[in-house]
C-alpha cells in the first residue's frame, strides 16, 4: 500500500490482509475490507464502518471502535482486550474465540452475534 497521504477514507473491498498500517488515520468506509491478522491494537477506528469486514485474527487490544459499525463482521479469534465498543453495532458478528476480556461492550449491540 502506497499513499502520500495517510488517512484512509474508503477502502470498500480491500485487501490488506497483513498489512503495516501503523501511520494510517483510519477514518471512513471499510465495508467488505479483508483486515485479517492485521495488528490495530491502540489504534482510533471510532465510527468507522467496518460492516462485513474481515478482521480474523486481527489485533485490536485498547482499539477505540465507540460506534463503529461491525454488522457482519468476521473476528473470529480476533483479540479486542481492552477494546472500546461502546455503543458499536456487532450484530451478526462471529465473534468465535474472539477475546472480550475487559472491553467495555455498554450499549453495543449484539443480537445475532454468534
Known sequence: MSTNDPTIKDYIDADLRGANLDRVIF???FTSANLTGCDLSGRDLSGC???FAQLTEAKLAGANLTKAVLFGAGLRDADLYR????QANLKEANLRHA???FADLTEAKLTGAT
Open 27 to 29: 477514518s471512513g468506509d
Open 49 to 51: 464502518n467496518l460492516q
Open 83 to 86: 477494546a472500546d465498543l461502546y
Open 99 to 101: 477475546s472480550l476480556r
